[in-house]
């Protein structure tokens, strides 16, 4: 027979435990019909979500990455849930990490209607992967400190009269990452080692992210540094004497690179059939026109789409030619080399 | 005690906090550990340990003096400085470092030393504070008679400096687990100013090596363990040191001329760590350089509640979820550890979760609850609330803890004796005597679920949180929203202490 007190217990218990399970079942929610994982900024792919949903009347489930993560947290989520895949699309903001999960057997092919127009290069042969609406990496420069026409190269950063008054991001994630590793993979080791040389021996500030970089160059800390071309937007939207710079311009140079958004059917995604309706979506002339219009003026990577006068077309610049295969394949070696050089 | 209910809460902390880790120590291979000892990873460890020596040292030079002048003399204003005080351990190092460096214009080391110790110096001021409180009058008055005020002192140093020693391991332990200071104002340092725990989230990303984030962790877990026994040690000494029934309070120092530079040194301290950063981030929500206006800022909050709503809605309800979970965790497992044998050597287990990197924890969730069978709960808010109670349950257990050491034994043995069960005795006269403790240490899980961003990163329900929000935000310098939802998280992190402090009658219980 029960005793008196342990009977209380009991019912004490099974109270707590109904709180619990309440307070738990209280935080959940009826499935979504499509899981998407969001690199790019949530500010601007939050608006097209719902454009998505009430045009479809599908429910997303849309998970971003915080922007500390640089990417690199929805793709480690992804590699972490291979076992269970629960993400349908990955709409990465860069490229080089979405062809490392082609390259590990995590994507599934989709050749998209929508991507009929996108030019070869920015396709996957095998469809895993598109990429469109595009950032470049560029110089952002404080016209009250310095000359933007004074700027042509990347080869500027080394040069002794700036020493101490540029700055670009630490290589370890992000863009900054891709971009050396595109150098790496162009140029060959030797001119990507002696690039890395330069920068530690020219005093370039290395800082923690390219949004940093703007900041610093609008308030006038740093004369100018390297960055991507939303952030400059930032800068300039607010309202700062700020100027941008595409390196490497002149005939012959290597070029200004681009690094397109690119999105990518899950393998064994759980919902597939909606997955394909919201890649088509992504990946439609209307989603870029209004990405290059957003605050972020991501470039169109195909030539008819309309931008505004600010957003230049990537038929107007001397691109950066990259093997985007081999971009994908090297980025953890140099993600590991990069790491044991600056983070000291 | 109720064995089974103990039984219970255990195997819910077990779950909670260190299976999750656990479940990542399989990933780990030889090759992993032989990294722990390469001379970058020594240098980079070593470096840290300095690091976070120094900063739990000035933390020390500035918390003792204040939590001595707020809680034990008759300085003007001690009462309102006392929870300001507070304030800086609120605020997340980052937003400090981030102001602090336009501010100052601090760069590189320096920078760093400085923001961790405005950080951390609330916390050696906590429990330097109770320590002074806790002097018996009587002690106090027969050294200032025999030797005027400063024997007085003397013989109090002895008595308080287990406790700031105590309160010093607690700013030595969040210095060195914190590389986002360090990260974000050593970019003009020359050489550059990078921490062990940089080289752990660096680690995290290598996909090839799963092992070694994990096998690079274990020094720094080391340290923090060797860094946290002694504090768990020196607290039994010091602030959580049993009050006799005959105690009597001791009466404030006079400090004659001092009283008003006293003031300044305080308020200057609470100025630097917590009123000139809320003042920045009001100026930043008015539009800051644009021009401030208070209209701008209605606008910069109307801003934040508008597009922040939901995350804000989702943080408050997985912190009191947590803080609840918590409290009735601390309840059982708080009272066990003091009252049952060898529970003391048992403290070390339950601040592993609290000692371990935040991203082992994350991972080790998505390890531990990505089934099948578990996809409903991993996918939705539950597992939020799993992982934020595992990760600061040691709070609130310790906290109540503290306050069961206090508590005289024999009100429990006379309960039993008049035919209480473990249960009821738990619940009717312990639990109300033990009140202040177990909301303070409600409170403090709520507060730090609500600034939490690290453990949650990968986990699918945190995606929608205000401190989410506000760092993906940050990236595209919406300062005044940035600056408006900040303003909102830690209105909501001083509110249920401000509430307390205005309508009890007790003082809250907050050391752990």
Excluded at chain 2, 129 to 154: N, P, Q, S, T
Excluded at chain 2, 187 to 196: A, E, H, I, N, R
Excluded at chain 2, 244 to 267: I, M, N, T
Excluded at chain 2, 438 to 445: K, P, R
């Amino acid at each position: 027979m029960l005793k008196p007190d342990s009977f209380r217990s009991s019912r004490w218990l099974a109270g707590l435990l109904a709180l619990v399970c309440g307070a738990l079942g209280a935080c959940s929610s009826k499935g979504p019909d499509v899981v998407l994982y969001c690199a790019l900024d949530q500010m601007f792919a939050e608006t097209l979500v719902k454009e998505f949903e009430s045009k479809t009347g599908l429910v997303v489930r849309a998970e971003y990455d915080v922007e500390a993560a640089k990417t690199v947290g929805l793709v480690k989520r992804i590699r972490e849930e291979r076992s269970r895949p629960r993400c349908d699309v990955f709409w990465n903001n860069e490229l080089a990490h979405t062809v490392a999960l082609a390259n590990d057997g995590l994507l599934a092919s989709y050749d998209s209607p929508s991507a009929a127009n996108i030019p070869a290069e920015f396709r996957d042969p095998q469809h895993r992967w598109t990429a469109f609406a595009a950032r470049a990496r560029v110089f952002i420069v404080n016209t009250t400190l310095a000359d933007p026409a004074q700027l042509t190269s990347l080869e500027d950063l080394f040069d002794p009269k700036w020493r101490g008054k540029v700055c670009m991001a630490r290589p370890l994630t992000g863009t900054t990452l891709t971009h050396l590793t595109a150098l790496y993979a162009a140029e060959g080791d030797a001119k990507g080692d002696e690039f890395v040389q330069r920068i530690e021996e020219s005093g370039v500030n290395l800082v923690q992210s390219n949004g940093q970089v703007m900041r610093l160059v609008r308030e006038g800390q740093m004369a100018w540094g390297l960055t991507d071309t939303d952030d400059f937007n930032v800068a300039l939207n607010g309202g700062h004497p700020v100027a941008q710079v595409f390196p490497d311009q002149a005939p012959g140079a290597r070029g200004a690179l681009l690094i397109p958004n690119s999105v990518a059917l899950l393998a064994e995604a759980p919902h597939p059939d909606a997955a394909r309706k919201l890649i088509d979506f992504i990946l439609s002339r209307e989603v870029e026109e209004k990405l290059a219009f957003a605050e972020g003026a991501q470039i169109p990577v195909r030539a008819d789409v309309k931008r505004p006068p600010h957003v230049k077309s990537a038929a107007d610049l001397s691109l950066m030619r990259v093997d985007w295969a081999r971009v994908g394949a090297d980025i953890e070696r140099r993600m590991t080399q990069f790491k044991e050089r600056f983070l000291q | 005690m109720s064995r089974p209910l103990v039984a219970l809460a255990a195997a819910v902390f077990v779950l909670a906090g260190l299976a999750p880790l656990a479940a990542m120590v399989p990933r780990v291979e030889s090759a992993d550990l032989a990294a722990i000892f390469a001379p970058r990873n020594l240098e980079l460890l070593g470096r840290t340990l300095l690091y976070g020596a120094s900063v739990a040292l000035i933390a020390t030079a500035a918390g003792l003096p204040f939590g001595f002048l707020v809680s034990r003399t008759d300085m003007p204003f001690a009462a309102l400085l006392r929870p300001l005080g507070i304030a800086p351990l609120l605020i997340p190092p980052m937003i400090l470092a981030m102001v602090w460096t336009v501010l100052a214009d601090i760069r590189g080391a320096p920078a760093a030393y400085a923001v961790s110790s405005v950080s951390t110096f609330p916390l050696v001021a906590l429990f330097s504070a109770r320590a002074f409180e806790r002097i018996d009058a009587r002690r106090e008055e027969a050294a200032r008679i025999a030797g005027g005020w400063r024997a007085a002192l003397r013989s109090d140093l002895p008595l308080v400096l287990p406790s700031v020693a105590c309160g010093a391991c607690f700013a030595f332990v969040f210095t060195v687990n914190d590389f986002s200071v360090a990260d974000y104002v050593s970019w003009l340092g020359q050489p550059k100013f990078s921490v062990y725990a940089a080289e752990i989230f660096a680690n995290w990303r290598i996909e090839s090596r799963p092992g070694l984030a994990v096998a690079t962790a274990l020094p720094l877990l080391a340290v923090t363990l060797a860094a946290l026994v002694p504090a768990l040690v020196l607290r039994r000494r010091g602030a959580m040191a049993s009050l006799s029934g005959d105690f009597r309070q001791p009466e404030p120092f006079e400090l004659g001329p001092w009283r008003w530079p006293a003031f300044l040194f305080c308020l200057t301290l609470v100025s630097i760590g917590a009123l000139i950063p809320a003042a920045r981030l009001v100026w930043e929500a008015g539009g800051a350089a644009r021009g401030f206006e208070f209209a701008r800022v209605g606008q910069a909050f109307t801003l934040a509640i508008e597009r922040g709503r939901e995350d804000l809605a989702n943080s408050i309800v997985y912190s009191l979820c947590a803080a609840t979970a918590c409290a009735a965790l601390a309840l059982v497992l708080g009272h066990a550890l003091e009252r049952a044998r060898g529970g003391r050597w048992l403290e070390s287990l339950v601040v592993l979760p609290i000692g371990a990197p935040a991203v082992l924890l994350s991972v080790g969730v998505i390890v531990l609850w990505n089934h099948d069978w578990s996809a409903r709960f991993y996918d939705e808010g539950g597992v939020v609330v799993l992982l934020l109670a595992g990760r600061f349950a040691a709070f609130a257990i310790l906290i109540v803890s503290a306050a069961t050491a206090a508590l005289d034994p024999r009100l429990e043995e006379a309960a039993q004796l008049a035919g209480a069960g473990p249960f009821r005795t738990l619940t009717r006269i312990v639990a109300p005597s033990l009140r202040s403790a177990l909301l303070g240490g409600w409170i403090g899980v709520f507060v730090l679920s609500l600034r939490e961003l690290d453990a949650t990163m990968l986990t699918p329900a945190a995606n929608r949180t205000a401190m989410f929000r506000i760092f993906n935000q940050v990236h595209f310098g919406r300062d005044d929203f940035v600056a408006a939802m900040a303003l909102l998280i830690l209105f909501l992190v001083v509110l249920p202490g401000a509430l307390w402090s205005l309508f009890a009658r007790r003082r809250l219980e907050l050391l752990p």
